[in-house]
């Protein structure tokens, strides 16, 4: 307890025996003899009953008591301890033969009635008020007022206001009320932030006063360059920087080196100078390196692992990475050697045997231990997703051998899942048995909501724009039949079931998917399915609206496979996929498609390698990579339909030079118009095309959460046939938030912030921009992302971008480096029920094609369920 309080009550205590001292000179009183407690009465300001406070004391009426002794110092302990009252004391009225009268007078501890806090925005007010407990009632104590001022003063030093004082003042509240209250001033003064002018080393001549700085990772000197490591000071990252100093002399082989002294100066413009006094020592290197005890892996296999050589600088930090690493979970060194092949229990102790003439000889002293086995494997928390759904992922099942890696992969495929949230998934192991070599372990998850709705609206594509989604991530299919299921709908089997509408005056489309990520239940194989049909209507220029005679409406349908591979290890997934898709147009004449009136049908199927190993939030993850490479191929039918497209395609040309030469007259070019129409109905009957994507993300912590994530992305759409030619669908639209309005007949929107959306079209040979998309494109993207919170009802990261990139029609005119870059700033939110919400502000650096020699500027892009 405080000293404050301890004194006081410890003073009471003393009163009281004084007390009982005094009473005995005026009546007969034997001290030390036991008497019989007759009555025991209370005076004083309080509100609780007599009785109350009796039964507090724990005196009992009739009960033996020593006088004095220590029945009486309990109840005084018992009563300070109820933290109800305040001034304590216990008198003795008289003694009467053998009976003893008693007395306690005390008053009630004040209650907090209103608190008022200065020097602090009115924002803070409530959260100081929260942190510290100061709700309207509370007994005001001097613990209390303590710990309140310790809590505030620590804060506020923490975040570089070291000169911060805090005051508190209790005035009493003088009303009608028979009760002890008052009112609470907090008076806090941060002051300002106090910032290191400079550090000062003495004693150093080995290493720079750079290098040493350097290792001090969260105190820097004042200095105009510091822009991510703020120059304030903080006690506890100051003590913690000093033991970075002496690690960084024992990675250059100075073991011996110690702080010997550190002080503060403060300085009249409200900084301070903090100086480091160092013993440096003598500089040792690595002796002769033994390994005593070890019976599972032979010396040389060791060595291996811990990579160290006779007569290297001595490094103790490099030396205990190697032995036992804190900072990577899956590092390469000898205690993960043990424990990812069943050595739970093993001990692993790096002795120094010999130190003589500065060389350091090692032994390694291993204790290996039974091999360990599971022996309960257990999963707690899951109240919505079946136990089937989250047994098949884990990779640590009973009667396994232990090991550490599985441990750690199992976390990352729960996270992955999405249905539970990915910082709060936990290990337990319990009974451990060293003798036996048994051990349980138990995972903890807490469910998280798996399912979104997306409703939006918003203006775009020259219209208004609805969309109505509904995704279901954790769904039961099994179930869709039984009414007790829907909570609100069947969950818990780990399908995915989603429905989206989305409409706008020029176009119409509803799809269904479904997937199923484990067919049949035993084996990792995804099965997936999709039905879509759109219809878009031709935008009539005369009337601003959309002409409904004139439509193109798409039908499709796909089904897909994809399998998680074990070589060249299991983060590899093989896909496939076969997908058909019906265009039907209705007098829809365009640039694009000059068959108004026609059809085309897109056979193709779709084979996929990816390889994901990023960890351990899916929508933050803080390392691994994931690429991805897709060929979506087409039947060559031209090697087999009989139709010679070199002769077509003579034709074609020959006709189109017809109908573009303005000197012919209208019937002769609207029949060479209606004979180029007829050709391309040929060409694109059945489309034949080959597709090529690859992509690329990886993620690393710079430091702390700061993650940077750089990104690659490559398309190319190509023909069997040049005579065909490059079919007028699926072709790749660059610029923007990449969520295209009309993405209907298989078009790509590819995302480049500070563009407006598919601005960056190719330009042709005549230099005139194309607006069909291009056939190939590349992008290149270097993201800083840092997060705000990661809680599960919300999780929210800013981010910094560069961005570039270029799309083309051919290979002649394609340089994967002349691209349009852009670089920006963003938010990112994602809840559970509406997925990724995000907005971006880019400034494109270059002009856009087509429109003069005025850079893109500024752009705001929205993000709605796709994450950059």
């Known amino acids: 307890m405080p000293l404050k309080a301890f004194t006081k009550r410890f003073i009471a205590l003393l009163f009281t025996v004084f007390s009982l001292s005094t009473f005995a000179q005026e009546t007969t009183f034997e001290k030390g003899k036991k008497y019989t407690l007759a009555e025991i009465t209370v005076n004083g300001n309080t509100n609780f009953s007599e009785q109350t406070i009796i039964t507090y004391s724990g005196l009992k009426k009739g009960s033996e008591i020593q006088i004095p002794g220590e029945e009486i110092s309990n109840a005084i302990k018992k009563l300070w301890n109820s933290n109800l009252f305040n001034d304590i004391d216990i008198y003795l009225l008289k003694v009467e033969d053998n009976n003893a009268y008693l007395e306690i007078r005390l008053a009630d501890l004040p209650e907090l009635n209103e608190v008022k806090i200065t020097g602090v925005k009115k924002g803070k007010r409530e959260s100081i008020i929260k942190e510290n407990k100061l709700t309207k009632g509370v007994k005001v104590t001097e613990n209390l007022v303590t710990t309140t001022k310790n809590y505030l003063v620590n804060k506020y030093k923490k975040d570089g206001f070291y000169n911060a004082k805090v005051n508190i003042n209790n005035v009493e509240v003088i009303d009608s009320l028979q009760k002890s209250r008052v009112n609470m001033v907090l008076a806090i003064d941060k002051g300002k932030k106090v910032k290191v002018q400079d550090i000062v080393f003495t004693?150093?001549?080995?290493?720079?006063?750079?290098?040493?700085?350097?290792?001090?990772?969260?105190?820097?000197?004042?200095?105009?360059?510091?822009?991510?490591?703020?120059?304030?000071?903080?006690?506890?990252?100051?003590?913690?920087?000093?033991?970075?100093?002496?690690?960084?002399?024992?990675?250059n082989g100075y073991r011996d080196a110690r702080v010997i002294s550190d002080s503060l100066v403060n300085n009249k413009d409200n900084t301070v100078t903090l100086y480091v006094d160092l013993e440096e020592g003598e500089q040792y290197t690595f002796g002769d390196i033994s390994f005593i005890g070890n019976t599972v892996y032979t010396d040389d296999q060791l060595g291996r692992i811990l990579r160290i050589k006779k007569g290297e600088t001595y490094n103790g930090v490099l030396l205990q990475e190697r032995i036992a690493d804190n900072t990577k979970p899956d590092a390469n060194d000898l205690t993960n050697l043990y424990q990812n092949n069943g050595y739970l229990f093993s001990t692993i102790n790096p002795v120094e045997v010999n130190a003589e003439g500065n060389v350091i000889d090692m032994e390694i002293r291993i204790s290996e231990g039974k091999p360990t086995y599971f022996n309960s494997v257990t999963v707690r928390g899951n109240d919505v997703t079946n136990d089937k759904v989250i047994y098949r992922e884990l990779r640590t099942r009973p009667g396994q051998l232990y090991s550490k890696a599985n441990v750690v992969r199992t976390i990352r495929e729960l996270s992955q899942l999405g249905f539970f949230d990915a910082e709060q998934i936990s290990t337990d192991f319990k009974n451990p048995n060293p003798n036996e070599g048994t051990i349980d372990l138990q995972y903890g998850v807490v469910e998280t909501g798996s399912s979104q709705i997306e409703l939006q609206g918003g203006y775009g594509g020259g219209g208004f724009i609805g969309t109505l989604g509904l995704s279901f991530n954790n769904f039961s299919i099994k179930n869709i039949l039984n009414k007790e299921a829907y909570k609100p709908v069947p969950r818990g089997d780990g399908q995915k079931l989603a429905l989206r509408l989305q409409a706008s005056r020029f176009y119409q489309t509803y799809s269904f998917s479904f997937t199923e990520p484990w067919l049949g239940g035993k084996k990792p194989v995804q099965f997936s399915t999709s039905i879509s049909h759109s219809k878009q209507f031709l935008y009539n220029p005369r009337t601003g609206n959309a002409d409904k005679d004139k439509r193109f409406n798409i039908t499709g349908i796909s089904v897909g496979l994809a399998k998680r591979l074990s070589v060249p290890d299991d983060y590899f997934t093989l896909s496939q996929a076969v997908s058909y898709q019906h265009y039907d147009l209705l007098n829809y004449n365009t640039g694009l498609f000059t068959f108004g009136n026609g059809y085309s049908n897109n056979l193709a199927y779709t084979i996929g390698l990816s390889r994901n190993n990023t960890y351990n939030d899916p929508v933050f993850p803080t390392g691994g990579s994931n690429f991805s490479i897709t060929a979506k191929l087409s039947v060559p039918y031209s090697l087999f339909n009989n139709v010679d497209y070199s002769a077509l395609a003579a034709e074609r040309d020959e006709k189109v030079d017809v109908r573009d030469n303005p000197n012919n007259n209208d019937f002769v070019r609207n029949n060479a118009a209606a004979r180029v129409s007829e050709i391309d109905q040929e060409r694109f009957k059945w489309l034949e095309f080959y597709k090529i994507k690859f992509k690329a993300d990886w993620y690393t912590r710079i430091v702390d959460k700061l993650v940077l994530r750089p990104s690659i992305e490559f398309g190319f759409l190509g023909a069997y046939n040049n005579d065909r030619g490059v079919i007028p669908f699926e072709r790749f639209f660059l610029g923007g938030d990449g969520l295209g309005s009309y993405s209907l007949d298989g078009r790509e929107s590819i995302a480049l912030r500070g563009y407006e959306n598919q601005s960056l079209q190719p330009i042709d040979e005549n230099g005139n921009v194309t607006n069909d998309g291009g056939s190939i494109y590349n992008k290149y993207s270097l993201e800083l992302r840092y997060p705000i919170t990661l809680k599960p009802t919300a999780k929210i990261y800013v981010l910094g971008f560069l961005e570039g990139g270029i799309s083309h029609n051919s290979f002649r005119d394609y340089s994967p480096f002349n691209i349009k870059r852009s670089a920006g700033l963003g938010l990112r939110l994602f809840m559970p029920a509406f997925g990724l919400l995000g907005i971006d502000f880019g400034h494109g650096f270059d002009t856009v094609p087509g429109q003069g020699n005025q850079v893109s500027g500024w752009q705001t892009h929205f993000i709605i369920g796709q994450q950059f």
């Open 203 to 251: 004693g150093d001549s080995v290493l720079t006063e750079k290098k040493l700085r350097k290792a001090m990772k969260n105190t820097k000197k004042k200095s105009f360059f510091n822009l991510l490591k703020r120059s304030k000071y903080i006690k506890d990252d100051f003590k913690e920087d000093l033991t970075s100093v002496v690690d960084k002399y024992k990675e």
